[in-house]
């Protein structure tokens, strides 16, 4: 059993940034790949970003590259996503997933565990 705790959600500015923060607890963290999926209002949920736990292998959606950086510190059992350049587009509640699986990793049916999620909200 994983147990993920997202935090770091909120409403900022077009332009702005944010920080999530994705804690884990339970198993080995260093030994799950990590996925970072959102959903709007009336929308299917959607892959955003993965890690590998295997090779740190990092994975993006078309429309974050360049903008969000995926990230885990495994001392601290907690991945982030850095997100720069936010657009209005962006507004969504945005869960952290995990899964011992290193394919498959831009499908939330891939991901056997995942936290609550977190708001963001980006006005403009």
């Known amino acids: 059993q994983v147990q993920l705790v997202e935090s770091g959600g909120g409403l900022v500015q077009a332009g702005g940034s944010l920080r999530l923060s994705c804690a884990a607890s339970g198993r080995t963290f260093s030994s799950y790949t990590m996925g970072w999926f959102r959903q709007a209002p009336g929308k299917e949920r959607e892959f955003v970003a993965a890690?590998?736990?295997?090779?740190?292998?990092?994975y993006y959606a078309d429309f974050v590259k360049g903008r969000f950086t995926i990230s885990r510190d495994n001392a601290r059992n907690t991945g982030y996503l850095q997100m720069n350049s936010l657009k209005p587009e962006d507004t969504a509640v945005y869960y952290c997933a995990a899964d011992p699986r290193v394919w498959g990793v831009r499908g939330p049916l891939n991901y056997e565990y995942w936290g609550q999620g977190t708001q963001v909200t980006v006005s403009s």
């Open positions: 890690i590998r736990w295997s090779d740190n292998s990092a």
